[in-house]
């Protein structure tokens, strides 16, 4: 790698080799929409919201159902994963076939200051489960299972976040430790560039970054890349600038954000799922060591837990 900086990865310049599911479609819309042009999401938005009647369509009919053109309809379903339109109304016949079944979650409302307390609770749980299936049905298991491996190896990994995604870094951290590997949180950017400098091949850097534009993230993901770690990107948008020094891009799922409900809230819980995913992946593959870590640290905490004796 040395200090040659990739290239920023296109993921409209070439279909996967494997198009996602139909079931995983909407969970593409709306975690690509963000990046797409305005005609490109009026496209991506009109084959969520009806799939059955955008799948009856030709590529004609709905370009000119969403004021667009035919050229736009054909990079939309690239975008999305399909080699071209033909494909893409397969996937939408799919996704039809799917809704009416009855297995497809309902949309709820943004939550109102005026919400009582169990509707509050309704919705943030629905929105809950609708990022968790979003940010599951967008993983690259293949991104996955290398971050995986490099970080089941790795001499030593540092993690990057800033406000919020800090808090997923100190939990990853948090996580491995506790199976015997060497991992640090760092949240504040002067520290975390002045350990990126002393990585080296063999060790690993990953970034937490909702947007995938933190520069106090991006920062020290970069100094780590040039010194020949391995690195990884945690990230809402697949296109943002910290994929440019990531050799792993770890996506979650793009949450509609509301008055109550930030995105610092919303992204969290993708986090928190693709950190969870990382963990047990490293466990899986370091078992024999990290059993007998994580039972020592759980031997050495249980004093903590128990009711302690009231002196007389």
Do not use: W
């Not at 109304?89 to 709820?108: D, F, I, K, Y």
């Amino acid at each position: 790698m040395g200090n040659q900086v990739k290239e920023i990865f296109n993921k409209g310049a070439a279909a996967s080799d494997t198009p996602p599911a139909p079931a995983a479609l909407a969970a593409k819309v709306r975690t690509l929409a963000p990046s797409m042009t305005r005609s490109m999401q009026r496209v991506a938005e009109a084959v969520a919201d009806d799939p059955a009647g955008c799948a009856a369509l030709t590529v004609t009919g709905l370009a000119n159902r969403t004021g667009t053109s035919e050229a736009t309809v054909v990079r939309t379903a690239r975008l999305l994963g399909y080699p071209g339109y033909r494909d893409l109304r397969l996937a939408l016949a799919g996704l039809a076939a799917h809704q009416q079944s009855g297995r497809a979650p309902s949309v709820t409302a943004d939550i109102a200051v005026d919400d009582p307390i169990a509707d509050v609770v309704s919705k943030l749980a629905h929105d809950e489960q609708q990022t968790l299936a979003d940010t599951a049905a967008g993983l690259d298991i293949s991104q996955l299972s290398a971050a995986v491996a490099a970080a089941a190896t790795a001499r030593r990994i540092d993690i990057y976040g800033v406000g919020a995604s800090s808090l997923v870094g100190m939990d990853l951290a948090q996580k491995l430790l506790r199976i015997g590997l060497i991992a640090h949180a760092h949240a504040d950017p002067h520290l975390a560039v002045t350990n990126a400098v002393q990585l080296r091949p063999g060790d690993m850097a990953v970034a937490i970054t909702h947007s995938g534009s933190t520069g106090d993230v991006i920062e020290p993901l970069r100094t780590a890349f040039e010194r020949g770690a391995t690195t990884a990107a945690i990230t809402g948008r697949a296109d943002g600038p910290v994929t440019q020094y990531a050799d792993h891009v770890l996506t979650t799922s793009t949450v509609r954000e509301s008055e109550l409900r930030p995105a610092a809230m919303s992204s969290r819980t993708g986090q928190l799922l693709v950190v969870d995913c990382l963990f047990i992946g490293v466990a899986q593959r370091t078992y024999e060591t990290a059993a007998p870590a994580l039972a020592a640290s759980y031997e050495a905490l249980a004093h903590r837990h128990t009711p302690r004796t009231p002196h007389r």
